[in-house]
């Protein structure tokens, strides 16, 4: 079911502003890509224009092919929210809505989508935090409001309302930057779960978070401040940490620039 | 935990989301409108029930109406509430738009009649009804009286209040301060005039005068004391607040007493806004009529003192001149009512702008 | 920086605008007041400073050992502001003793029961007066004047924070606030010579087709009315409600609707998701300023209501009164028990006034110790 992503071209602007320019690249399904460079390069911009979030900001735009299995995200007569159902996100700080218990936090996704009996969101909501590794923490507070959890059992609850919708894709813009070591590991261990049935993308700042999660890793670069961010170099984890084929790869890497 | 194709009935509809929709075209709301507006004309004037103002109105309710069906049949509905409510929400906005377009184009259209030399030099001392003549001379002056004193009462105080909620008050009675505070502003104006009338006018002031109560300008400065001293400790409060506490504490470091600290460094910081909470409380006062009414008497001539006799104020003169029987009152009274919405606007633009280039400033 | 400008990265709960502008406020201020670094300066500065205001600090304060006399001056200016403090919560305690003192009399001479006549008659020699009517009447065009007011205020908050494009909005929340300073006798002379019109013709209309309802019937003359009334006082707390609702709108943080968007909602669904659930307690509380605002209103009410008083649910009519409007309207030939009759049921609008506040308040602070907690 998980889908396969492919970016031609793709360039993003917020307003006049270039911020990403002629990415291409290819995510297949079922697989982790990391999105690892230096501050500014415009790696979350390309994540947001994934599942078109970032049109959300006004003047903000993207020029270029994006499909998803084929399909043109951007096409005139696509239904964006139908895109972010497919296409589910996790932003860097863990965001329940504030004023929800747990549990209409989980079911959120699905009540938008007209689910209204009580047994068929019960069970969603169960195997969401199932698979979100959070059920055994929360299974007897679930009317509890979910800014009463901690920082990464937030984070943990929103990537189960993510995945309660049962979306084809899940982005996570450095999911765990807010998170202590413990909650990052949680997460970390969530992400290898959840490959078997989703395709992943993640935009972290931790190489070691990359190396560890990711099957292929996307380095992204500016030349200067106010440069639009470009791809640079764009393998399998393994080779992209151990013998990269650009140079600035390997300068990143081994933290001689960044 | 591969059971995603088999998970029971999980968002049917989000199962396998189709990305593209059909959608209602652009053309089609127009159409709806047109559609509305005929439908409604001819139904509203083929019964003979009534007139334009009803056709609009049953106009934007086809509209909202067929613009959900033919959304809900097209797009699903979801997309139809989206519409819809959107729509609802753009209307609104429009509603509100009349009543401040009216009451503009009525203030400045009746207002401009009588708006002559001799209606701000002449008082209505002696100006019988048929006279067309008579001003609010008497009026302005009554006003900026009333309000200039009712400033030098509040704004010590008021400040003063907010330097205790802000930097000395700790605690329980700070905060019923705080709390009584956002009350105060609560309090309507007619309390206040009610309470100097009892106080003032009722128990103080027949000591002064021979027994017999004295209505006067300075009675309606203390009832707009009342009115406007939440609104400055409020306003002074969160301007304090802004003041960062590096500079507070890069004060104390250099020795400076704690009391020489909030004078000479954490209020001039705060002082444009506090500016600003002033105006508008000034701006807010000076439109008050209900006090005025209880306390200060009214009165036809001019009078400087605003210690001793009746005096009238421009909001006042507005209420009297509107109830009045003459022909001539009610241009005398639309002609104050763009006088004071003049002095209002400009002293709450000006305040607003103050603010707002205080901000950009920084 | 300006990997991702993303609302997310800033959205805490408002808090970060906040801090931000402090910091540059810190930064300005301290190069103004205290020029260089103040490690430095600071034996000048001190000296300077404590020398021209002569409270005996010697050039070079940081050295002095704290006199007496200085900690004196802190303690002065202390009870200063703690007095000017104090004098909130004495206004309002006097305003309570002096409106019982100066009611009670009035009390003792009515005649008839004060909370159930009718009638408003305390100039007489047996005096007799109730706020029955009164109390009605108030009730009955502020509860009228919200139901119009805040679905079409919320309308309008909606659209400033999340529909209109920026500039727009900023430029008509500017309006709508001026609309706010318009003083209310505004508003009561255009409600009488102008809005009377188009609403007595409204009423017409609605006795013709509709008189079968109850609030809808009577022989007329219409216009004067309740209805007149409440749409007047509609329009006069629109803008409260307006621009309170609008504040806590914006402050939904932009992470929370990003979250709702990013499930999948339309627009109205992250608004009914993440927005006005969020925002609830403010508009609660917006509604029940309004609420206070509507039912101390006086002028406007006084020139446009019919003046009748008596407990009629019909809203089309001539008449209608209410506790505030019948003050100033009887103020003027009230003798002595007249006076205290009117400071009577001024009192009785003060304790109204002040519960709906206090429960607003209350309502307010409560969501701000909530969000603090979410945060």
Known sequence: ?258 | MSTLTTAPGAAAPGQRPQLRTRRLPTLAALGIAVAAVVLSAALVYGTGIGGTALVVALAVVLYLAGLYLASNVVEGRRQARNRTWSALIHSAFVLALLPLVSVTWTLVSKGAERLDGNFFQTSMNNIGARDPNGGAYHAIVGTLEQVGVATLITVPLGVLCAIYIVEYGRGRFAFTIRFFVDVMTGIPSIVAGLFVLAFWILIISPIFNNGRPGYSGFAASLALSVLMLPTIVRSTEEMLRLVPAPLREGSYALGIPKWKTILRIVLPTALPGIVTGVMLAVARAAGETAPVLLVAGGGAAINFNPFENNQSSLALYVYQQAGDASRYAPARAWAAALTLVALVLILTIAAKLLARRNRFGR | MGDTPDGSANAGTGGPGVTTSHARVAGAALSVDVPGTPAHRAPNGAGGRGGDSGTGHGPGGGGALPRRRAFGADRVFQGLTMAAGTMVLVIIVAIAIFLIAKAVPALNANTANFFTFEGWFPNESSPRFGIGALAFGTLLTSILALLLAVPVALGIALYLSHYAPRRIGTALGFLIDLLAAVPSVVFGLWGRDFFYGPVRDLSVWLNKYFSWIPIFGGDGPFGKSILLGSLVLAIMVLPIITSLSREVFRQTPTANEEAALALGATKWEMIRTAVLPYGRPGVIGATMLGLGRALGETIALAMTLGIVSNISFNIIENGGNTVAANIANAFGEANDVGRGALIASGLVLFSITLIVNITARAIIYRRREFTESAA
């Open chain 1, 1 to 258: 079911m998980a889908k396969r992503i492919e970016a031609m071209n793709v360039t993003a602007y917020y307003g006049s502003f270039k911020a990403i320019e002629d990415i291409n690249l290819t995510v297949e399904p079922k697989t982790v890509t990391a999105l690892i460079g230096p501050s500014g390069c415009g790696k979350s911009t390309f994540l947001r224009s994934i599942n078109r979030m970032h049109e959300v900001l006004p003047g903000a735009r993207v020029n270029g092919r994006l499909t998803i299995d084929d399909e043109d995200i951007y096409d005139r007569d696509v239904d964006v929210t139908a895109v972010r159902r497919m296409i589910g996100m996790v932003f860097q700080r863990p965001n329940p809505f504030p004023t929800m218990s747990i549990f209409d936090n989980v079911v959120a996704g699905l009540r938008l989508n007209g689910v209204r009996r009580k047994s068929v969101l019960e069970e969603a909501a169960e195997r969401a935090l199932k698979s979100a590794n959070l059920w055994d923490e929360v299974k007897d507070r679930l009317g509890k409001p979910g800014a009463g959890l901690s920082g990464g059992q937030q984070q943990r609850l929103c990537i189960a309302r993510t995945i309660a919708v049962e979306p084809q894709v899940v982005l996570m813009d450095e999911p765990c930057s807010a998170l202590d070591p413990i909650s990052t590991l949680a997460i970390e261990d969530l992400m290898f779960k959840l490959k078997d049935r989703y395709t992943i993308i993640i935009v972290t700042h931790n190489m070691q978070q990359a190396a560890r999660v990711s099957d292929r890793t996307a380095f992204f670069s500016i030349e200067r401040t106010g440069d639009p961010g470009r791809l640079i170099e764009y393998d399998d984890t393994q080779k992209i940490f151990s013998n990269p084929s650009v140079k600035k790869t390997e300068d990143y890497i081994t933290g001689r620039f960044g």
